[in-house]
């Protein structure tokens, strides 16, 4: 077919041949014979009506969304008011948050999983936070409000509160050296046996691994507590401690060797009435002037049937003051035991007295009332 023969079908596309939209002009064959193929499918019925079709919306969306725009305000501010407190946080000084400082003097300490050795200087013991001495590393100690603690080899301890008021450490094991200059009272340290009250002091703590403890003091006095046990230990006593037994009988430690011997026996080991009085005989035998610190405190210890040979050598050493009976000794009298306690020089008890009563939470009184 030549080229001519197209020229036709071209002019019918391009002179604008309106047949196949509204039918006018003149049909084209091709078109016509198409309509005569498709013509069985013409739809023939009437025109549909398409109606507007009209969004409905339940009742509840327009409150809704009035509800719903000052909630999402208000989630909006609260997480912008978070995100600023986080940032503020992040801030802070850490050396404002309550803790203590630790050097590590020699070896490598462990602060949680963090290691300081001695060649990085120092870091931050926090509250709830852990230090571990190796076999061969000592660190040191520091609140600027409370103290110094040197820490020796093999030791573990935790910081349980560090805020302004009360301080209080947990020593699971190991030696501790405490010089301690905040007021009495506001800095406590718990073994597993005892719990120390430091009552203005220097001291030496140490728990093996069995849990029992000993506690050394070379200046003020220390206060060692469990539940209704308690042990007072001043400057050049000793005072050793048992799990489920508590603090035993204070003394000093430049007393005789059968003496410490027999009194040890007597807190810790005696099982028999027999034990302990042949124990106790030993003790009352050997005590000096200074002994009566030990004394004193068998007071409470002793059975109702001894107590009387005690109170005896008891007076007899350091006689008791005006305010004292002998039955009101005997039964124990509060007051009584206080005002000897004073008498012997050690410190005055009511600074422990107003301790216990703030640790309570009795509402406790001035000092002297």
Not at 190 to 212: K, R
Not at 263 to 268: N, P
Not at 307 to 312: H, K
């Amino acid at each position: 077919m030549g080229a001519g023969e197209n020229e036709p079908k071209k002019e019918l596309r391009t002179m604008g041949n309106d047949y196949l939209w509204d039918r006018s002009g003149e049909p084209d064959p091709e078109i016509q014979k198409l309509e005569a193929l498709l013509g069985k499918f013409r739809y023939n019925g009437p025109r549909p009506a398409f109606s507007e079709v009209a969004v409905a919306r339940p009742r509840w969306f327009l409150p809704f969304r009035v509800r719903l725009v000052p909630a999402l305000a208000t989630v909006a501010i609260l997480i912008a008011v978070l995100m600023m407190f986080l940032w503020h946080q992040r801030r802070v000084n850490p050396a404002d948050a309550p803790g203590w400082e630790v050097a590590a003097v020699e070896g490598t300490t462990r602060l949680g999983r963090r290691a300081v050795s001695s060649k990085e200087g120092s870091g931050r013991l926090g509250v709830g936070q852990t230090l571990e001495t190796g076999l061969e590393a000592r660190a040191r100690l520091r609140d600027e409000e409370t103290g110094e603690i040197e820490v020796e080899p093999s030791t573990r301890l935790r910081l349980l509160k560090g805020d302004s008021g009360l301080k209080r450490i947990a020593l699971d094991r190991g030696t501790i050296h405490a010089f301690i200059w905040a007021p009495p009272g506001q800095f406590v340290v718990d073994t597993p046996s005892a719990m120390a009250v430091d009552l203005g002091c220097a001291y030496t703590l140490h728990v093996d691994d069995t849990g029992a403890g000993l506690v050394r003091t070379s200046m003020g006095w220390v206060g060692f507590k469990l539940k209704g046990r308690e042990s007072f230990i001043p400057a050049g006593a000793a005072c050793e401690t048992r799990p489920k037994v508590g603090p035993g009988t204070p003394y000093f430690e430049d007393a005789s060797a059968s003496f410490r011997s027999a009194l040890t026996r007597f807190d810790f080991e005696d099982n028999t009435s027999a034990q302990r009085g042949a124990d106790l005989a030993i003790v009352l035998a050997q005590a000096r002037r200074d002994d009566a610190l030990t004394l004193w405190h068998l007071l409470a210890r002793v059975d109702d049937s001894q107590r009387v040979i005690v109170y005896d050598r008891l007076a007899s050493l350091a006689p008791p003051p005006g305010g004292v009976t002998r039955q009101g000794a005997l039964i124990l009298d509060q007051r009584m035991l206080d005002l000897w306690w004073n008498q012997l020089g050690f410190d005055d008890i009511s600074v422990w007295r107003y301790w216990e009563r703030s640790w309570s939470g009795a509402a406790p009184q001035p000092k002297g009332k």
